[in-house]
């Protein structure tokens, strides 16, 4: 199993016991909702099943007050009227004589999880808990949080399994300010957290939840916010938030353990809060799904971060101020990256190695628009409910159309790769395409006409119309080298005549673009170990392999996703020809992160005879093992640094998911 989901159902048993139109929607329902749509789903058959179990009062003592958790513990005996008195003294709290033992479980669940993961029983998993964790601090509870779980498991992992890098990615909607005033001096454990802040008029209400609060003494650089100030960021805006601030901070931090903070308050269909019941649930499935390795979606929407002018307003009980923010800037999100980047620069040397002159915004916080809250009943939350209501229809329709295919990764090679050992779970395709098919193809070069290079183009070309016809997701296909271009030729033209309506070609060593390949935006080339860089038209792009690991990051994450995920593909072809001068472990990160743009749909071909370690990782890396390690980070050199700066020069303008900074304005 390579998925643990722990859980228990006693979790469920404490709920609100007096009438409070904020706390009450933090309900039971959330996880049993959830839970019956893993089983639905097929979900929790295919994970490793653990039952949560009470943490002790030492590992609460980890992060927690002695004053603190006793007081936690009192509450089991208190009276209903006493219960409420003491929920009055916290922000967004309630009490239940079930809470100490749900808190405890909820550690626990964080706790095992961890064991689980260190011990290599699993690779990764998720824990279903409540009540939830990141709003807690060392002596309060906050915000329907009374032990910080996620805190106490880093605290953990470093005192149990002797960690030294740990990274908390916190994706709930509200900023977690109780792991950030835990770890603010901690340089070990880097909080990042993405929020809706609005300047400040949006809960918790805090000037510590902008980006300029980076950390204290040894901590600095390892606290990064990146608030949203405005509402309804979309996928582009979080792309954008993932490729230029999260992943190469990530990168260069390189933990040794990622804990995720998984509030679902931002998903699509959410109002407000985490609390829309289907929402939630289809949620919890789709990050399931992700861990056990299934491809994810892929992503709809406009590409191009909040290029919306005016945002819409959607109300929030407790927090939200409709009417009351700043005026709509159409570069929202670009401007909360960039004052995130420029903040964090002097931590990071990946921050300053793209090219970017960053000015970090002044601060914009303030407090005097705050305005009363918005009902849950009233006539704003209600329209703001149906609009999210028929978002989350749109995308449920999305998944219909889009279920997981039979085969996540097939491979065909040939007999000179017969020694390749490979996961059970993956196909080794024997069949080949009609020989008449094959035949016709091969017409077009003089290289496919001999019988090894005909054999391979059988075999691939039967791959890729598995591909095509959604019976398989990702593929690995060798074919002799003489006959590699003339191949790759055959594919493009193949996936553009059957379906493919934008075929994202990775070529990496020296390959050339097809000569008689239509410029029409159907075909984006992306050569890297291109002789220089240049982008000779929008969908022509070449960039010399970098030198460093931290140049080749930088390029992955600055040049060649931003491109991938602007074209929105249905196909990813990533071609590794003569001289490609790809360690293993960047060819399998770069495989595994192209997945995402195509929604899994990805053919590497590779030549024939030296491929059998390569192919091996591919594959297991997409039945959902992590990529083995790139190495130590080590900073790009001027040069490639230089190639990457004029590169996006040139083209900014048209790919909107390359900028990291808000246009300049005159
Ligand atoms: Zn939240």
């Given at each position: 199993?390579?998925?643990?989901?722990?859980?228990?159902?006693?979790?469920?048993?404490?709920?609100?016991?007096?009438?409070?139109?904020?706390?009450?929607?933090?309900?039971?329902?959330?996880?049993?909702?959830?839970?019956?749509?893993?089983?639905?789903?097929?979900?929790?058959q295919?994970?490793?099943?653990?039952?949560?179990?009470?943490?002790?009062?030492?590992?609460?003592?980890?992060?927690?007050?002695?004053?603190?958790?006793?007081?936690?513990?009192?509450?089991?005996?208190?009276?209903?009227?006493?219960?409420?008195?003491?929920s009055?003294?916290?922000?967004?709290?309630?009490?239940?004589?079930?809470?100490?033992?749900?808190?405890?479980?909820?550690?626990?669940?964080?706790?095992?999880?961890?064991?689980?993961?260190?011990?290599?029983?699993?690779?990764?998993?998720?824990?279903?808990?409540?009540?939830?964790g990141?709003?807690?601090?060392?002596?309060?509870?906050n915000?329907?949080?009374?032990?910080?779980n996620?805190?106490?498991a880093?605290?953990?992992?470093?005192?149990?399994?002797?960690?030294?890098?740990?990274?908390?990615?916190?994706?709930?909607?509200?900023?977690?300010?109780?792991?950030?005033?835990?770890?603010?001096?901690d340089?070990?454990?880097?909080?990042?957290?993405?929020?809706?802040?609005?300047?400040?008029?949006?809960?918790?209400?805090?000037?510590?939840?902008?980006?300029?609060?980076?950390?204290?003494?040894?901590?600095?650089?390892?606290?990064?916010?990146?608030p949203?100030?405005q509402?309804?960021?979309?996928?582009?805006?979080?792309?954008?938030?993932?490729?230029?601030?999260?992943?190469?901070v990530a990168?260069?931090?390189?933990?040794?353990?990622?804990?995720?903070?998984?509030?679902f308050?931002?998903?699509?269909?959410?109002?407000?809060?985490?609390?829309?019941?289907?929402?939630?649930?289809q949620?919890?499935?789709?990050?399931?799904?992700?861990?056990?390795?299934d491809?994810?979606?892929?992503?709809?929407g406009?590409?191009?971060?909040?290029h919306?002018?005016?945002?819409?307003?959607?109300?929030?009980?407790?927090?939200a101020?409709?009417?009351?923010?700043?005026?709509a800037?159409?570069?929202?999100?670009?401007e909360?990256?960039?004052?995130v980047?420029?903040?964090?620069?002097?931590?990071?040397k990946?921050l300053?190695?793209?090219?970017?002159?960053?000015?970090?915004?002044?601060?914009?916080?303030?407090?005097?628009?705050?305005?009363?809250?918005?009902?849950?009943?009233?006539?704003?939350?209600?329209?703001?409910?149906a609009?999210?209501?028929?978002?989350?229809?749109?995308?449920?329709?999305?998944?219909?159309?889009?279920?997981?295919?039979?085969?996540?990764?097939?491979?065909?090679?040939?007999?000179?790769?017969?020694?390749?050992?490979?996961?059970?779970?993956?196909?080794r395709?024997?069949?080949?395409?009609?020989?008449?098919e094959?035949?016709?193809?091969?017409?077009?070069?003089?290289?496919?006409?001999?019988?090894?290079?005909?054999?391979?183009?059988?075999?691939?070309?039967?791959?890729?119309?598995?591909?095509?016809?959604?019976?398989v997701?990702?593929g690995?296909?060798?074919?002799?080298?003489p006959?590699?271009?003339?191949?790759?030729?055959?594919?493009?033209?193949r996936?553009?005549?059957?379906?493919a309506?934008?075929l994202?070609?990775?070529a990496?060593?020296q390959?050339?673009?097809?000569?008689?390949?239509?410029?029409d935006?159907?075909?984006?080339?992306?050569?890297?170990?291109?002789?220089e860089a240049?982008?000779?038209?929008?969908?022509?792009?070449?960039?010399?392999?970098?030198?460093?690991?931290?140049?080749?990051?930088?390029?992955?994450l600055?040049?060649?996703?931003?491109?991938?995920?602007?074209?929105?593909?249905?196909?990813?072809?990533?071609?590794?020809?003569p001289?490609?001068?790809?360690?293993?472990?960047?060819?399998?990160?770069?495989?595994?992160?192209?997945?995402g743009?195509?929604?899994?749909?990805?053919?590497?071909?590779l030549e024939?005879?030296?491929?059998?370690?390569l192919?091996?990782?591919?594959?297991?890396?997409?039945?959902?093992?992590?990529?083995?390690?790139?190495?130590?980070?080590?900073?790009?050199?001027?040069?490639?640094?230089?190639?990457?700066?004029s590169?996006?020069?040139?083209?900014?303008?048209?790919?909107?998911?390359?900028?990291?900074a808000?246009?300049q304005v005159?």
């Amino acid at each position: 199993m390579r998925t643990a989901l722990v859980h228990h159902e006693d979790m469920t048993a404490a709920r609100l016991l007096w009438e409070d139109p904020e706390c009450e929607i933090e309900r039971p329902e959330r996880l049993t909702t959830a839970l019956e749509r893993l089983r639905q789903w097929g979900l929790e058959q295919r994970c490793l099943q653990l039952a949560a179990r009470e943490a002790s009062e030492a590992e609460l003592g980890l992060v927690h007050s002695p004053e603190y958790v006793s007081l936690v513990r009192g509450t089991q005996t208190l009276s209903t009227r006493e219960l409420q008195a003491l929920s009055g003294q916290y922000d967004a709290v309630y009490f239940h004589p079930s809470t100490f033992h749900c808190a405890r479980l909820a550690v626990g669940a964080a706790l095992q999880l961890v064991d689980a993961v260190l011990t290599g029983a699993v690779h990764n998993g998720l824990a279903l808990v409540r009540p939830p964790g990141h709003h807690s601090q060392r002596a309060a509870a906050n915000g329907f949080c009374v032990f910080n779980n996620v805190a106490i498991a880093a605290k953990y992992a470093k005192q149990r399994h002797g960690l030294h890098r740990i990274l908390i990615v916190d994706w709930d909607v509200h900023h977690g300010q109780g792991i950030q005033y835990i770890f603010e001096d901690d340089p070990s454990v880097l909080y990042f957290s993405w929020h809706r802040y609005e300047h400040g008029h949006f809960w918790p209400y805090l000037r510590e939840s902008d980006a300029d609060a980076v950390g204290q003494g040894q901590g600095r650089g390892f606290t990064v916010n990146l608030p949203w100030n405005q509402v309804g960021m979309g996928n582009a805006d979080y792309v954008a938030a993932f490729l230029h601030v999260l992943l190469p901070v990530a990168f260069e931090f390189d933990p040794e353990l990622v804990l995720i903070s998984a509030g679902f308050d931002s998903a699509i269909g959410d109002p407000e809060g985490g609390y829309h019941l289907e929402s939630l649930s289809q949620s919890v499935c789709m990050v399931v799904k992700a861990l056990l390795g299934d491809p994810a979606l892929p992503l709809s929407g406009a590409m191009e971060p909040h290029h919306r002018f005016g945002a819409r307003k959607v109300g929030r009980a407790g927090g939200a101020t409709p009417g009351l923010t700043a005026p709509a800037s159409p570069h929202s999100a670009l401007e909360s990256i960039q004052s995130v980047r420029a903040a964090q620069a002097p931590h990071w040397k990946s921050l300053r190695q793209q090219g970017s002159t960053p000015i970090l915004n002044p601060s914009t916080y303030s407090l005097e628009r705050r305005a009363s809250p918005v009902s849950p009943g009233g006539p704003k939350f209600k329209a703001a409910e149906a609009q999210a209501s028929a978002a989350l229809s749109s995308l449920l329709d999305q998944l219909h159309l889009n279920p997981t295919l039979p085969v996540r990764t097939a491979v065909a090679l040939t007999a000179l790769d017969a020694a390749l050992v490979l996961p059970a779970d993956v196909l080794r395709q024997e069949g080949s395409a009609p020989q008449e098919e094959t035949r016709a193809w091969a017409r077009l070069h003089e290289a496919l006409a001999q019988d090894k290079a005909l054999t391979a183009l059988g075999k691939v070309l039967h791959l890729l119309n598995g591909i095509l016809d959604g019976q398989v997701s990702s593929g690995i296909a060798a074919t002799p080298e003489p006959a590699l271009a003339p191949t790759l030729d055959v594919v493009i033209r193949r996936s553009l005549s059957h379906g493919a309506r934008r075929l994202l070609c990775v070529a990496v060593g020296q390959l050339d673009r097809p000569t008689d390949l239509a410029d029409d935006g159907r075909n984006l080339w992306l050569n890297i170990r291109g002789k220089e860089a240049a982008a000779p038209s929008k969908f022509q792009v070449s960039v010399p392999l970098p030198g460093t690991t931290g140049g080749f990051v930088s390029c992955v994450l600055a040049l060649v996703l931003p491109l991938a995920y602007g074209f929105q593909p249905d196909l990813v072809l990533v071609v590794l020809g003569p001289a490609h001068g790809l360690q293993v472990p960047q060819a399998a990160l770069l495989a595994s992160l192209l997945r995402g743009p195509a929604g899994g749909r990805v053919l590497v071909l590779l030549e024939q005879g030296s491929t059998s370690q390569l192919a091996g990782v591919l594959a297991r890396v997409w039945q959902g093992e992590a990529p083995p390690g790139l190495g130590p980070f080590s900073m790009a050199s001027p040069e490639d640094t230089q190639a990457l700066i004029s590169l996006r020069g040139q083209l900014e303008a048209e790919w909107k998911m390359l900028p990291v900074a808000a246009p300049q304005v005159p």
